[in-house]
Nanobody, 124 residues
Framework: QMQLVESGGGLVQAGGSLRLSCAAS????????MGWFRQAPGKEREFAAA????????YYADSVKGRFTISRDNAKNTVYLQMNSLQPEDTAVYYCAASPVSKGSVSGSYYNYWGNGTLVTVSS
């Protein structure tokens, strides 16, 4: 089992920034690709960003490309999501997830472990 704990969510004004963190424990973190997904109120969960186990490859949803940056520190068993230029439509619960697929995936089906999420609220 792998445990994932997200932190860093909160309330921010439009145009502001937040950095989410996801701390992993229980399995070899560096063997897993990591992803960030989000679920807005009344909507389905959607892919936001992913990073390969090595950190070399990153992928972004078009909606966040150029504003969000995913990174990881394998020595700290932590993955980050730096979110800049936040907009009200970014309001959602953000989840991190771990995938055994080396480069990760945009599909949640390829992720075995999920955190409980952290709420990000962007006010206009």
């Amino acid at each position: 089992q792998m445990q994932l704990v997200e932190s860093g969510g909160g309330l921010v004004q439009a145009g502001g920034s937040l950095r989410l963190s996801c701390a992993a424990s229980g399995r070899t973190f560096s063997s897993y690709a990591m992803g960030w997904f989000r679920q807005a109120p009344g909507k389905e969960r959607e892919f936001a960003a992913a990073i390969s186990w090595s950190g070399v490859n990153t992928y972004y949803a078009d909606s966040v490309k150029g504003r969000f940056t995913i990174s990881r520190d394998n020595a700290k068993n932590t993955v980050y999501l730096q979110m800049n230029s936040l907009q009200p439509e970014d309001t959602a619960v953000y989840y991190c997830a771990a995938s055994p697929v080396s480069k990760g995936s945009v599909s949640g089906s390829y992720y075995n472990y999920w955190g409980n999420g952290t709420l990000v609220t962007v006010s206009s």
